[in-house]
């Protein structure tokens, strides 16, 4: 299939927007014809024969392969891309893309494949529980809803008001389920950052959170420069991202004295702040590894 024949499909989604943003002025360099997705305008018709077309405000979609995306906070439109997964090259599947969305449902699934990760508790919007647990793991302890991103609905709290007060904080966001997990003091405020396109290495940068801040999520303000994994880490990193069948993934990792733990994996990652520190051309890389095989 030439590029003519294609047709590139680049979701904005309000939770990535630089990478997006990136795709598609990378595309147009490479020449490569794109279809920019708005979330909040899908639609499927299904007709009495069951024909399946999806829409947008601009009309019928028809698109050949699919770009990273996210679907967190669109729920509607996970039903539109189950319709274009039929006829597109999607590099990372729906399902995998909704598991890498739900930190409970990523920690389930690297549990089964048996994967080093941040120990975690998944428990109820129920606060007499989360003060259980957390006096359990011990203070300090991390407590965070289950789908966020950029940082958002997580808190850290070292003793039971701190705990009273982030649990207010999450719940009044709505129904959900939270997760707590100790804080890993020995790599506080830091990070490493993985992408992995294709089933391998792209990318790798340590991320530190600005000062007074212990996320190191770079929305929030955090510096970061390259970094060389060790054996380890890549390949924790790489079956990471293949435990949630994603093609391209970015894997948040810390380093421990008990080696290196899996913190998130996401499906969307933003490789775009890391463009900087690399001679080699990422989004190239993104891009091509977005097309069919």
């Not at 390949?235 to 069948?245: K, V």
């Amino acid at each position: 299939m030439t590029l003519g024949h294609m047709t590139l499909g680049i979701v904005r989604n309000p939770y990535a927007t630089n990478v997006p943003t990136r795709l598609v002025a990378g595309a147009a360099e490479l020449g490569i014809p794109v279809r920019v997705i708005d979330l909040s305008t899908l639609t499927v018709d299904i007709s009495v024969t069951g024909a399946a077309v999806v829409r947008d405000a601009a009309g019928a979609m028809d698109i050949t392969s699919l770009g990273p995306y996210l679907l967190f906070g669109y729920p509607s439109a996970v039903h539109a891309f189950r319709i274009l997964c039929r006829r597109a090259y999607l590099q990372n599947p729906v399902d995998s893309v909704l598991t890498a969305d739900d930190k409970a449902a990523t920690a389930i699934q690297l549990s089964h494949a048996a994967l080093p990760q941040v120990p975690s508790t998944i428990c109820p919007l129920d606060l007499d529980r989360a003060l259980s647990v957390a006096r359990e793991i011990q203070y300090p302890v991390v407590i965070k809803r289950t789908h966020g991103a950029q940082g958002r609905w997580v808190r850290r709290a070292d003793h039971p008001t701190s705990l009273t007060q982030a649990f207010h904080d999450l719940t009044s966001e709505g129904p959900g389920a939270l997760i707590i997990q100790p804080e890993v003091g020995e790599f506080h405020g830091r990070s490493v950052r993985a992408v992995i396109t294709g089933g391998h290495l792209l990318a790798a940068t340590l991320r530190t959170a600005p000062r007074n801040e212990w996320r190191s999520n770079v929305a929030g303000g955090a510096t970061q420069h390259p970094v060389d994994l060790t054996p380890n880490e890549r390949t924790l990193a790489e079956d990471a991202a293949r435990a949630l069948g994603l093609g391209h993934a970015g894997i948040d990792i810390l380093r421990t004295t008990r080696g290196p733990l899996v913190l998130e994996v996401n499906s969307c990652p933003d490789f775009t702040s890391m463009l900087p520190y690399f001679d080699e051309d990422l989004t190239r890389t993104v891009l091509l590894a977005c097309l069919p095989p």
